[in-house]
């Protein structure tokens, strides 16, 4: 995923340490406003690759953005932290199966903020998740 700002033109920044639950900072190429975002990924085979724990309970994240993916089928949530703002323990981004998984469609109320890239062309991904990444920043930022 770090590739695909990348390739896209974006600055990107690691940080040495991970004190603050920030892996990548970005740099919006119009802007040039610096964006903090967290990443996190689910393991191929997860029964559960729509869930993540809450490590933000009743307060608000350290960072601008949380990129969740599942990148065997690269279905992606860019999601601003506002979007993160919940009391439970868990989040479920997606719905639940038969057996209670979650690993279903996008749930309605993270549907905004999700992306499927499974089906597009490997090149183009990082020009499609950029656009989308870019449509949610503007969206959040409009907002404020």
């Not at 040495?16 to 190429?29: I, K, T």
């Not at 490590?55 to 089928?73: E, G, Q, S, T």
């Amino acid at each position: 995923m770090t590739i695909w700002f990348l390739e896209a033109g974006w600055e990107l920044f690691t940080p040495v340490s991970d004190l603050y639950g920030v892996d990548l900072v970005v740099r919006e190429p119009k802007s040039r406003r610096l964006l903090s975002v967290q990443v996190k990924h689910k393991e191929p085979g997860a029964l559960n690759e729509g869930r993540l724990s809450n490590d933000w309970v009743n307060k608000a994240p350290p960072f601008d953005y949380l990129v969740f993916i599942v990148p065997i089928n690269f279905r992606v949530l860019v999601l601003p932290k506002e979007a993160l703002n919940k009391s439970g323990k868990t989040f479920d981004f997606y719905k639940k199966d038969s057996k209670k998984h979650s690993c279903g469609p996008v749930r309605p109320c993270y549907s905004q903020y999700a992306i499927e890239l499974g089906d597009e062309k490997p090149e183009l991904r990082s020009l499609r998740f950029i656009e989308f990444f870019s449509k949610v920043h503007a969206s959040r930022t409009s907002a404020s």
